[in-house]
Each structure stands twice: as structure tokens, then as C-alpha cells.
């Protein structure tokens, strides 16, 4: 494991979603045991209601405020707040207003997924609902079940 990683460029993925994402720490940094994100989302945006069926999700938010569903429980989280998002657990977020945001991913393997979209992305200039089915079945193991 790197204990200092201060001399790696942050990795920017924009996957054609709707906000980019700075890798901060992979699987390789941390030897799988988690990976970092840092979003930078507008308000009113968010993904579908997904799981995760290897990792748990954590948020940290920095600035801003966010809705999250975890299961059928629904609160808000402010700056400074934590919310953990368990494996299996059905979840997604809505951004209040424009919210910076770290997300943990235990154990790391979820940034492949976004890695790939994004090298799509910017080969192609789009991601289709065709070609995320296909990293998700591609990364079954690491994948976002999109349920609505």
C-alpha cells in the first residue's frame, strides 16, 4: 500500500454523466481496500436507485447539501455530513444545491467501471443505455444495478 500519494496527478473521469469525477485513490494505492472520488454535482442531480453488490459507498460531503434513499429511509445530509450507503442496500442521492462531495468505495473496484465509461465516453462523445449494459454485465462483479 502507498502511504503517501501526494506526487500522483489526479485522474479526471467525465464518463457522459452528468458530472465528472476525480479519482483521488485506486484499488492499486490502498491494495483493494478501497478507492476515493471527489464530485462536484449541480443541483437537482443525482443517479438512478442502484446497488452495489461488493462494495459499500460512503459520502463525505464538503460543501452543499444532498437527499439520499438508503432502503425505504430518506434524510438529508449537509456539509460536513457522513452517510454510509451498506452493499445490497438499494440507494441513490439528489443534490439540494451544488454539493462537493468525497465517495468511498469498500473495497475498491467500482473506479474500473467508471474508468471504462469514461474511456468510451471520450471515444465516442456519448454513453448509451446500451453500452453502460454492457459495462455492467462486464463488471458484474463490480457493477451498479440501476433498479428505476
Known amino acids: 500500500m502507498r502511504t503517501d500519494t501526494s506526487d500522483r496527478e489526479v485522474e479526471h ?3 457522459g454523466g452528468a458530472f465528472p469525477v476525480e479519482l483521488l485513490a485506486d484499488g492499486s494505492e490502498t491494495d ?3 478507492c476515493i472520488m471527489r464530485w462536484t454535482v449541480d443541483a437537482g442531480q443525482g443517479p438512478h436507485i442502484h446497488t ?3 462494495e459499500d459507498e460512503s459520502i463525505f460531503v464538503l460543501s452543499g447539501a444532498l437527499r439520499v434513499e438508503i432502503g425505504p429511509a430518506e434524510r438529508e445530509v449537509q456539509a460536513r455530513g457522513f ?3 451498506p452493499r445490497g442496500t438499494p440507494h ?3 443534490t439540494i444545491e451544488r454539493t462537493e462531495m468525497l465517495t468511498i468505495f469498500s473495497p475498491a473496484g467500482f473506479e474500473q467501471f467508471l474508468r471504462e465509461r469514461d474511456q468510451h465516453f471520450r ?3 456519448h454513453v448509451d443505455e446500451q453500452t453502460l449494459d454492457h459495462l455492467r454485465t462486464a463488471h458484474r462483479e463490480r457493477m451498479a444495478t440501476k433498479l428505476r
Open 52 to 54: 452495489h453488490q461488493y
Open 83 to 85: 452517510v454510509v450507503m
Open 13 to 15: 473521469l467525465l464518463g
Open 92 to 94: 441513490r442521492f439528489v
Open 123 to 125: 471515444a465516442h462523445g
Open 32 to 34: 483493494g481496500q478501497f
